[in-house]
């Protein structure tokens, strides 16, 4: 039995291991230029190559020939391969595959369409990359981006590449550094999430070329941002795969089967089609792996999420296993590991199965993250619990702790997604799931920005879904752009999210605990809803972190807890900040000391004060940088003043502002923080 999470000894991971060798050692031995296939130009012309192992004949037919269906003949080839040189076929003209003298076929290669149910397009592909080297995985913060709604406009048509690259900078300014698109393969119509792919290889056209697409992709590089993709192999369609893939040369086992490119047995069953692609023949694994090699070298991605693996290496939810699948994903990664090691494989598998992110050596799938669903579900049902009494302060914990492996990049984190916020799921963004009647309450505001806040602050690679910087509110919709008005009336939320990604990726060089995988909750209070965690990397100032959150609507003025190190301890971020909003600012925070005295199981214990729904980030060190970005600027500025002359004690914050420790806010932190702004 494959499915690995319940392997009973060596003799299944033997039996792996073996299917692993037989099939992907079949793939791997075709010829080399078989990633050829397609239309490859040449000087003066192209050659067209494709897999049709049931049909007699193969002609070629275009703009180059004039659409004569008999005037270029493909050559049969060994394995089912047909091939052809054309003089004069050149860049940009359409083309089809006539297959027996009938079937009008899209090239399943093809590297761009007209659409979904039109003609391929010959294209170079060629395009002049800057040097790019994408961040490390545990600096990695993610932004989910559907590319037809990133964009300003009152809506009509879908976005383009172009206009969401025009929004870029709004990334930069938030800290972003690596988007990850949603399927952009193209599809069926201008609209669409993008999990219903037609042309593998052909991004979607509604949005632009496949120039305007590399180019989107170079913006997002020159602006020091990585760009993953996401990519659907768990089934294809099922709508207007009959232009091209759906039994492809003629044959099929039954009218209702696909042909070469499916399943024809009862793996063809899928939740969204039958239109499971065949992992057990070789041209297939092949057609499918090289088109993730495609993305990453021809488009110069730097990684992949693949949608529901689960479906790939079973059936569905206990049902059978796909053996096939399962030595399928292995491949991939290998091929991926061996080519582009920087480069990240995330798989969305919902499964909480450490497997998937077990290396193949040890006998699992691979990938290098995946998404952990349990952590969005456990946070997300903690504030969206209506009454204080019934939230579960050891689901936070749990959620907080649970890694792959032992390995906090293994595992990709968020409060929402595309599947937790749009309507074709039945959901909705988390501040309508908090109040749905009015989700810019107070209490919707504090509880989505505290689950925000549990996210960048928890080991594992934290995912912001597009918008939620903007408190969008209701479904998501595949149709509607981003409102960015909304970016100017939730600019304290807007600025909150800054904050906690430049917390999270130590910017302000005062949280490197954040980057790394220790954790230790070492207090929860289920009663009072309160909990408390570690993070370090080697410990001491600028290192440790401690983050106390508070789930309920009582604020503390001392409140209590254990901390790793002795001596003053300064607020890097509360949630509860005036700033972030109007509403907000109702309990001081301030900076405090650690006195020796052991509590929670740590050597020294600390007051922190906290308002209700809020987080509170306290961490060791001195530094004029005080709102955590990576510059000293007018903003440091306004928040020191408002500490200026003040006292630093248990009833007044100094928000970072006593530099030298003197207990207040004077000339000689003014001193020091001019300077600091000068260099």
């Known amino acids: 039995m494959l499915h690995l999470s319940y392997f009973s000894g060596l003799k299944s991971i033997r039996k792996s291991l073996l299917i692993l060798v037989l099939i992907s050692a079949a793939a791997i031995a075709e010829p080399s230029s078989r990633s050829g296939a397609g239309a490859i130009l040449y000087p003066g012309g192209a050659t067209f190559r494709v897999w049709a192992p049931n049909a007699e004949e193969v002609n070629v037919a275009g703009e180059f020939n004039y659409w004569n269906s008999s005037a270029n003949p493909l050559y049969s080839e060994a394995g089912g391969w047909w091939s052809a040189d054309v003089n004069g076929a050149e860049e940009g003209n359409e083309y089809r595959y006539v297959i027996n003298g009938e079937l009008w076929k899209s090239d399943p290669r093809a590297f761009d369409v007209v659409s979904s149910v039109g003609n391929s397009i010959i294209t170079d592909n060629q395009y002049d990359w800057d040097e790019f080297s994408p961040p490390a995985w545990n600096d990695m913060v993610i932004y989910e981006m559907h590319l037809g709604t990133y964009y300003d406009a009152p809506g009509g048509d879908p976005g383009t590449y172009y206009s969401a690259a025009m929004k870029l900078d709004h990334l930069v300014t938030l800290g972003i550094n690596a988007v990850q698109l949603m399927p952009v393969c193209e599809f069926p119509g201008s609209y669409s999430l993008g999990y219903n792919p037609v042309n593998l290889f052909a991004p979607e056209s509604a949005y632009g070329s496949p120039e305007q697409l590399k180019f989107f992709i170079d913006q997002c590089h020159k602006r020091g941002i990585a760009v993953l993709i996401d990519l659907v192999y768990n089934h294809l369609g099922p709508t207007d795969l009959g232009e091209s893939l759906w039994q492809f040369d003629g044959y099929s086992a039954s009218e209702d089967t696909g042909g070469i490119y499916f399943y024809e047995n009862d793996n063809r069953f899928t939740p969204w089609g039958d239109t499971r692609p065949n992992y057990s023949t070789g041209e297939v694994r092949s057609f499918i792996r090289d088109n993730v090699m495609y993305w990453l070298n021809e488009y110069n991605m730097d990684g992949i999420r693949m949608d529901g693996t689960a479906y790939i290496r079973e059936r569905g939810i206990m049902q059978p296993e796909i053996p096939e699948g399962w030595t399928l994903m292995q491949w991939i990664n290998n091929e991926i590991d061996a ?21 193949t050596g040890e006998g699992g799938a691979g ?32 959620a907080i702790t649970n890694l792959y492996n032992g390995t906090d990049t293994q595992r990709v984190i968020y409060s929402e997604s595309h599947d937790e916020a749009g309507a074709s799921s039945g959901k909705s963004r988390l501040p309508s799931a908090i109040h749905w009647d009015n989700p810019e309450s107070y209490w919707a505001k504090k509880r989505s920005t505290l689950a925000a806040g549990i996210v960048m602050t928890s080991p594992g690679i934290p995912m912001l879904f ?22 100017s009336t939730f600019s304290g939320i807007n600025m909150l999210y800054k904050h906690l990604i430049a917390l999270r990726r130590n910017l302000g060089g005062n949280t490197l605990g954040l980057k790394a995988g220790n954790v230790n909750v070492f207090h929860v209070n289920n009663s009072a809803k309160v909990i408390a965690y570690h993070r370090w990397w080697n410990g001491g100032p600028g290192d440790d972190v401690i983050i106390l ?28 900040w005036e700033g972030y909003d109007p ?25 922190v004060g906290i308002g209700p729904y809020s987080m509170v980030v306290l961490s060791q060190g001195t530094g004029p940088n005080m709102n955590g970005d990576t510059i ?8 020191f003043s408002e500490q200026w002359t003040g006292s630093c004690d248990l009833w007044h914050s100094c928000e970072g502002a006593d530099f030298n420790m003197s207990g207040s806010v004077d000339i000689e932190d003014l001193q020091i923080f001019v300077s600091s702004w000068l260099e």
Do not use: C
Not at 373 to 395: C, E, L, W
Not at 471 to 476: I, S
Not at 550 to 562: E, P
């Open 367 to 398: 990938f290098d993250s995946q998404w952990d669903a349990g952590f969005h579900h456990k946070i997300k049902g903690v504030v969206t619990q209506s009454d204080d009494p019934n939230r579960n302060m050891y689901d936070v914990r749990d």
């Open 339 to 359: 080519a582009h090691s920087e480069k990240i494989s995330i798989a969305e598998d919902m499964r909480d199965n450490e497997w998937i992110t077990k290396t």
């Open 583 to 607: 509403e907000f600012g109702s309990w001081n925070s301030y900076d405090t000391y650690a006195y020796s005295g052991s509590k929670h199981g740590l050597d020294y214990h600390a007051d």
């Open 466 to 487: 597009m918008g939620q910087e903007l408190l969008e509110t209701g479904a998501w919709h595949d149709d509607t752009p981003l409102d960015w008005s909304r970016k």
């Open 632 to 639: 000293v600027d007018n903003l440091d500025f306004g928040m």
């Open 549 to 576: 959150a508070n789930f309920s609507g009582a604020g503390f003025t001392n409140y209590s807890i254990g901390m790793p190190r002795e001596g003053r301890w300064r607020v890097r971020f509360n949630s509860d």
